[in-house]
């Protein structure tokens, strides 16, 4: 019990250390949570390198906002909650370069093309979008980032505040009106971009 005690009141002192600017608060806090963060990390298969990056990152935040945090607990949360966004960041930046990627490549298929068969899907392509720009606004939004920004209906969820409910629900309104608006061979287009989602 006595032990318990002491542990406590060393893991105050440097928390107060922390907060007062010494580095051998952070160096406590630093040798308790590199580790374990680190294996944190690894669970979400980010590369050795990526992982240690995320958790120097993270110590940095802590230090430029020591003055906020009072309680060990505190700063186990801000560290492993800020953790797990870096590395979900991470994931869908790696995730737009490879969509970054297979568009180039399909860019080079269509350079290969005949320019009149280049110009009419360039044409379609700009036909859809200025459709979707005559959406309502929440129907426009998730539509612009589910066709445009090829984010998932979870994405777009997240990025725009409303339930996934929701996405699929504007995203069902969306297609009732661009088929209204669009040609049909523009709006067959318009499902191709749609396909997967």
């Known amino acids: 019990m006595k032990n318990k ?17 010494e580095r051998e608060g952070l160096k406590f806090l630093y040798k308790t ?5 680190c294996y944190f990390l ?4 980010l590369d050795k390198v990526i992982i240690e ?20 607990e505190s700063i186990r949360s801000f560290l492993y909650t800020s953790c797990r966004n870096a590395a979900l960041n991470r994931i ?22 005949p320019v009149s068969h280049q110009m009419i899907y360039l044409e379609t392509l700009r036909e859809v979008h200025d459709a979707i720009e005559t959406l309502p606004e929440q129907c426009r939004h998730v539509i612009y980032k ?38 049909p061979d523009q709006f ?8 997967y989602y």
């Open 5 to 21: 005690v002491n542990q406590e009141h060393n893991k105050q002192y440097f928390i107060e250390s922390f907060r007062e600017g």
């Open 42 to 45: 690894e669970k979400m298969n």
């Open 53 to 72: 990056e995320i958790v120097q990152d993270v110590f940095l935040k802590l230090w430029e906002r020591r003055s906020d945090f009072n309680h060990f």
């Open 92 to 113: 869908q930046q790696h995730k737009r370069s490879q969509q970054l990627a297979n568009n180039y490549i399909t860019q080079l298929d269509l350079i290969d093309l």
């Open 188 to 195: 067959f287009c318009l499902l191709l971009l749609l396909l």
């Open 146 to 183: 589910l066709v445009v920004e090829d984010l998932s209906p979870q994405e777009v969820a997240i990025s725009l505040g409303i339930t996934t409910s929701t996405v699929y629900n504007q995203k069902k309104r969306g297609i009732e009106l661009l088929r209204q608006r669009l040609r």
């Open 33 to 37: 949570f590199y580790s374990p963060m």
